[in-house]
């Protein structure tokens, strides 16, 4: 199964990026979710209740990110496991770019699903996963819809130049070693 498409974000691109790997958003913004935990700066733990063809049940699942590129984009790969012997794996790309005063998220989706969610058909995953995303992004725009515009951070400063060419002794120490195997070869050889 695969989802592709776009959203678009009242809220600038750092704001943006951070909200979505804020566990307290993801907890608020996602359909049925119970608990977000970041593990670690990469990490996910996450517990949802979710009704998908039927099949009430409780999942538990992960989300590590990789290929990150703050502010910009990552590749998110997913597990959840649910009670009722239910499968769901996959993996996310999110791209993320500045877009008529706000950010447009794009995201394209790849998933499986496995036990009596596979018997459901990928027809009605496909719609079920559809309508997930559309929720989220739907309680996700409103939240950032409310959240202050703020600048983003200025860069970090330059690191300190290292090296021969910023030192002026390091250069003197070169010329001077250059003069002396020049001296030694040109008058003891």
């Known amino acids: ?29 996602i359909p049925g979710c ?16 979710a009704k998908v063809a039927g099949i009430d049940t409780d999942y538990d699942g ?4 990789s290929d990150v590129d703050p502010h910009n984009s990552c590749t998110l790969a997913f597990e959840g496991k649910g009670l009722a ?5 996959g993996t996310a ?10 950010t447009r998220v794009a995201y394209t989706v790849a998933c499986m699903a496995g036990g009596k ?11 079920t996963g559809d309508k997930i995303i559309q929720k989220f992004f739907a309680a996700f725009i409103d939240h950032m819809a409310g959240q202050p515009r703020l600048a983003p951070p200025p860069a970090p400063p330059e690191p300190e130049p290292r090296g021969l060419s910023n ?14 195997f020049w001296g030694y070869h040109t008058f003891y050889k």
């Open 1 to 29: 199964m695969r989802i592709a498409d776009a959203q678009w974000i009242p809220s600038t691109q750092h704001q943006t990026w951070d909200a979505l790997t804020d566990p307290t958003v993801l907890q608020h913004c």
């Open 34 to 49: 119970v608990e977000v935990v970041r593990l670690s700066p990469t990490e996910y733990a996450v517990k949802l209740r």
């Open 62 to 65: 992960e989300i590590l990110m």
């Open 85 to 89: 012997a239910c499968l769901a794996i």
């Open 93 to 102: 790309q999110i791209n993320l770019s500045a877009k008529d005063e706000g």
């Open 117 to 127: 969610l596979a018997e459901c058909g990928e027809s009605v995953l496909l719609k």
């Open 167 to 180: 030192s002026r002794w390091s250069w003197i120490m070169v010329i001077l070693v250059i003069a002396v």
